[in-house]
Nanobody, 122 residues
Framework: QVQLVESGGGSVQAGGALSLSCAVS????????MGWFRQVPGRAREAVAF???????RYSDSVKGRFTISQDKAKRTAYLQMNSLKLEDTAIYYC????????????????WGQGTQVTVSS
């Protein structure tokens, strides 16, 4: 059974930094695409950053240059370093994973974490 366990997040003032991690267990495939979506109540879910098993990375335009996704393959863990945080980065961040990019691009990855709150204040 695939499980995604998130940690990190919290509250910070604008301009500050936070980090998230997502540890995957029970993954049955050699390939994967994992990363984070975020959602604000009443707004559409947004793909933030994803990395795959060969190290290909995609960021949303809204976080490019501020967020960095990385991974430790041995630990099956992805990390999201969030710098220069803005008020509009406030959201629940959900780790997600799928074997392929296509479901991620469609916003429908198969596996999800429990979500963690990131709050940026002025």
């Amino acid at each position: 059974q695939v499980q995604l366990v998130e940690s990190g997040g919290g509250s910070v003032q604008a301009g500050g930094a936070l980090s998230l991690s997502c540890a995957v267990s029970g993954w049955p495939h050699t390939t994967y695409c994992m990363g984070w979506f975020r959602q604000v109540p009443g707004r559409a879910r947004e793909a933030v950053a994803f990395i795959d098993s060969i190290g290909s990375i995609r960021y949303s335009d809204s976080v490019k240059g501020r967020f960095t996704i990385s991974q430790d393959k041995a630990k099956r863990t992805a990390y999201l370093q969030m710098n220069s945080l803005k008020l509009e980065d406030t959201a629940i961040y959900y780790c997600a994973a799928d074997q392929f990019w296509s479901p991620v691009i469609k916003g429908q990855p198969k596996h999800w974490g429990q979500g963690t709150q990131v709050t940026v204040s002025s």
